[in-house]
């Protein structure tokens, strides 16, 4: 098989590699090209491939191009995992956001909408380009904002672009361990969009074990989202929402806590990855791997302090989490070998209130014919009416993409339930299109 990354000088490449290094089964993918605008991240990215594959006699080969045509032709599988605006994009949507005192987060709130309002347009350029030269190839989102991105790229490739997250198989598996289980045995009953998800059961053997972790302070408190969130809230709720809710049910504690921090996450992003692309000539893996533990480690540092919930655990500093969903994703589709993967795909109406085309994150039987969602029970409450509301302002992030509409594009900010007011929306509005050339393309029309 042959694939092709979109945004191949990208830091979490080598993860997708290292996977691909460990795959010997029928079916492999045997060619890997990298395509990027920045040939220097490129090549620095493609030296670590290269010191991955050292003793490796079936590595696949990888090529490097920034020929979009060239890269994308003849592929089977494309990964679109590209950053508009990189790094520098991100601080910036963080900064403007905590000046206005909201959340910046890059797929929550404020951040995330003006993240999406810089990608969606690009996104959309290039599944057409990819329709129109590979129109048989599968492509797999990793690009932020996942679920609007996927959703945006849709009308051009339909169920052919699928998008991936590694928040879902973390929880799942921290929550078996939790409870003693094997994560490979259990069926996650877990529903929502990106980055807005809950867990709502664990079964195995025919009953549902998450009434049990509930009851069980030391397990409850045990992993990641017990300590962010608390036994409490989970208790309240009666679910355990994915590590991203955290900035919906803690907005304040959030808010406050990104402010205190010396730098935001963007901005500790930068410089760790500064001090990596201009040191790979001598010991290529040796300084992203060091790199990769460091960014593991501060991970949503904010969000962790906030809840004063300590350090990540060891277990939690491994990969294997979207490129392992990535590489069964591949194997199901092209060798037909079924499996039922938690992806963002069209909800075909699974989650009840939200329209047919509405990309959800649910489960998904997954084979030759790709990825169809399974009938989950609808979200109830508070949960379904969140997902209703952030899905409009999703629906009005890529219209605004679409059609250059500034009004559409100010009512997403001013609609999200993290931004409250349409004053503070107008200023974050400004503010981002000062800042953030890609913008330009925003008019007043309605």
Same mark, same amino acid.
């Given at each position: 098989?042959?694939?092709?990354?979109?945004? @191949?000088?990208?830091?979490?490449?080598?993860?997708?590699?290292?996977?691909?290094?460990?795959?010997?089964?029928?079916?492999?993918?045997?060619?890997?090209?990298?395509?990027?605008?920045?040939?220097?991240?490129?090549?620095?990215?493609?030296?670590?491939?290269?010191?991955?594959? /050292?003793?490796?006699?079936?590595?696949?080969?990888?090529?490097?191009?920034?020929?979009?045509?060239?890269?994308?032709? !003849?592929?089977?599988?494309?990964?679109?995992?590209?950053?508009?605006?990189?790094?520098?994009?991100?601080?910036?949507?963080?900064?403007?956001? &905590?000046?206005?005192?909201?959340?910046?987060? /890059?797929?929550?709130?404020?951040?995330?909408?003006?993240?999406? &309002?810089?990608?969606?347009?690009?996104?959309?350029?290039?599944?057409?380009?990819? *329709?129109?030269?590979?129109?048989?190839?599968?492509?797999?989102?990793?690009?932020?904002?996942?679920?609007?991105?996927?959703?945006?790229?849709?009308?051009?490739?339909?169920?052919?672009?699928?998008?991936?997250?590694?928040?879902?198989?973390?929880?799942?598996?921290?929550? #078996?361990?939790?409870? @003693?289980?094997?994560?490979?045995?259990?069926?996650?009953?877990?529903?929502? $969009?990106?980055?807005? !998800?809950?867990?709502?059961?664990?079964? *195995?053997?025919?009953?549902?074990?998450?009434?049990? &972790?509930?009851?069980?302070?030391?397990?409850?408190?045990?992993?990641?989202?017990?300590?962010?969130? @608390?036994?409490?809230?989970?208790?309240?709720?009666?679910?355990?929402?994915?590590?991203?809710?955290?900035?919906?049910?803690?907005?304040?504690?959030?808010?406050?806590?990104?402010?205190? #921090?010396?730098?935001?996450? !963007?901005?500790?992003?930068?410089?760790?990855?500064?001090?990596?692309?201009?040191?790979?000539?001598?010991?290529?893996?040796?300084?992203?791997?060091?790199?990769?533990?460091?960014?593991?480690?501060?991970?949503?540092?904010?969000?962790?302090?906030?809840?004063?919930?300590?350090?990540?655990?060891?277990?939690? $500093?491994?990969?294997?989490?979207?490129?392992?969903?990535?590489?069964?994703?591949?194997?199901?589709? #092209?060798?037909?070998?079924?499996?039922?993967?938690?992806?963002?795909?069209? @909800?075909?109406?699974?989650?009840?209130?939200?329209?047919?085309?509405?990309?959800?994150?649910?489960?998904?039987?997954?084979?030759?014919?790709?990825?169809?969602?399974?009938?989950?029970?609808?979200?109830?409450?508070?949960?379904?009416? $969140?997902?209703?509301?952030?899905?409009?302002?999703?629906?009005?992030?890529?219209?605004?993409?679409?059609?250059?509409?500034?009004?559409?594009?100010?009512? *997403?900010?001013?609609?999200?339930?993290?931004?409250?007011?349409?004053?503070?929306?107008?200023? &974050?509005?400004?503010?981002?299109?000062?800042?953030?050339?890609?913008?330009?393309?925003?008019?007043?029309?309605?």
């Amino acid at each position: 098989m042959r694939l092709t990354i979109l945004g @191949g000088g990208g830091f979490r490449v080598p993860l997708v590699y290292r996977a691909l290094l460990e795959d010997h089964g029928k079916g492999r993918v045997t060619h890997v090209t990298l395509h990027d605008l920045d040939p220097q991240r490129m090549a620095a990215i493609a030296r670590v491939l290269a010191a991955l594959a /050292e003793g490796v006699p079936d590595a696949p080969a990888v090529r490097v191009t920034t020929d979009f045509e060239e890269a994308v032709t !003849g592929a089977d599988f494309i990964f679109s995992a590209i950053r508009v605006g990189g790094l520098d994009g991100r601080a910036i949507d963080e900064r403007v956001a &905590l000046a206005e005192g909201v959340v910046g987060q /890059e797929t929550v709130g404020a951040g995330g909408i003006a993240y999406g &309002l810089r990608t969606v347009p690009v996104a959309r350029q290039l599944a057409q380009k990819i *329709a129109w030269l590979a129109p048989d190839a599968w492509v797999i989102n990793f690009t932020n904002p996942a679920g609007m991105v996927t959703e945006a790229m849709s009308p051009f490739l339909g169920d052919r672009v699928i998008g991936i997250c590694d928040s879902p198989v973390g929880l799942g598996r921290r929550v #078996a361990g939790a409870l @003693g289980v094997d994560p490979a045995s259990v069926w996650l009953d877990y529903a929502g $969009l990106n980055h807005l !998800g809950w867990l709502r059961g664990v079964w *195995a053997g025919g009953r549902d074990l998450l009434p049990e &972790l509930m009851r069980d302070e030391d397990a409850l408190t045990s992993f990641e989202e017990g300590k962010l969130f @608390g036994a409490d809230w989970l208790r309240t709720i009666g679910h355990v929402p994915n590590e991203y809710l955290h900035y919906y049910y803690f907005a304040r504690e959030a808010v406050d806590a990104a402010r205190a #921090a010396a730098d935001t996450r !963007g901005a500790v992003l930068i410089k760790q990855q500064d001090r990596f692309y201009g040191h790979t000539d001598t010991h290529p893996f040796r300084s992203w791997e060091n790199t990769r533990l460091e960014r593991e480690t501060t991970y949503m540092a904010d969000a962790r302090d906030a809840a004063g919930a300590g350090d990540r655990a060891s277990t939690d $500093l491994q990969s294997g989490g979207y490129e392992r969903v990535a590489l069964a994703l591949m194997r199901a589709i #092209a060798l037909d070998e079924r499996t039922t993967l938690i992806l963002n795909v069209r @909800g075909r109406g699974v989650l009840g209130t939200l329209d047919p085309d509405a990309v959800v994150e649910v489960p998904c039987f997954v084979d030759a014919n790709g990825a169809r969602p399974v009938t989950v029970e609808p979200l109830t409450g508070h949960a379904a009416g $969140l997902v209703a509301a952030v899905k409009s302002v999703e629906h009005d992030v890529i219209e605004a993409a679409t059609t250059g509409s500034r009004s559409v594009a100010l009512r *997403a900010f001013a609609t999200h339930p993290l931004v409250d007011s349409a004053r503070v929306a107008a200023r &974050l509005l400004e503010r981002y299109e000062a800042e953030l050339p890609q913008l330009a393309y925003l008019s007043g029309r309605s």
